[in-house]
């Protein structure tokens, strides 16, 4: 009896200890951006969005590369909308009748 008590145990541990992802220390909650103030090493650092992992030297530098991020490239082509089918059977469709 005891040994499957202690089997018990041990399994109820392990699958406690694998369920259990891993864990990072962190005590500052996050801002909107994902963001928040390193008051231990001092400047602004990302943990989530488009910025996660990077670090500032202020929470006003991230905000201007977030505006500019948001911007993108301004000499991508204007985006060309496909012609309107006037709804007659083009020359093509024509012809493909024709020779079936």
Same mark, same amino acid.
């Given at each position: 009896?005891?040994?499957?008590?202690?089997?018990?145990?041990?399994?109820?541990?392990?699958?406690?200890?694998?369920?259990?992802?891993?864990?990072?220390?962190?005590?500052?909650?996050?801002?909107?951006?994902?963001?928040?103030?390193?008051?231990?090493?001092?400047?602004?650092?990302?943990?989530?969005?488009?910025?996660?992992?990077?670090?500032?030297?202020?929470?006003? &530098?991230?905000?201007?590369?977030? &505006?500019?991020?948001?911007?993108?490239?301004?000499?991508?082509?204007?985006?060309?909308?496909?012609?309107?089918?006037?709804?007659?059977?083009?020359?093509?469709?024509?012809?493909?009748?024709?020779?079936?």
């Amino acid at each position: 009896m005891i040994p499957q008590v202690a089997l018990a145990i041990l399994l109820s541990l392990s699958a406690v200890a694998l369920a259990a992802g891993p864990v990072h220390a962190h005590g500052g909650g996050l801002d909107t951006h994902g963001c928040h103030h390193d008051r231990k090493n001092g400047g602004y650092h990302c943990h989530q969005g488009p910025f996660a992992g990077q670090s500032f030297a202020s929470k006003s &530098e991230m905000l201007a590369a977030l &505006e500019t991020h948001n911007q993108g490239p301004k000499d991508l082509p204007q985006r060309v909308q496909s012609p309107r089918r006037s709804g007659k059977p083009s020359d093509v469709s024509t012809t493909l009748r024709a020779l079936l």
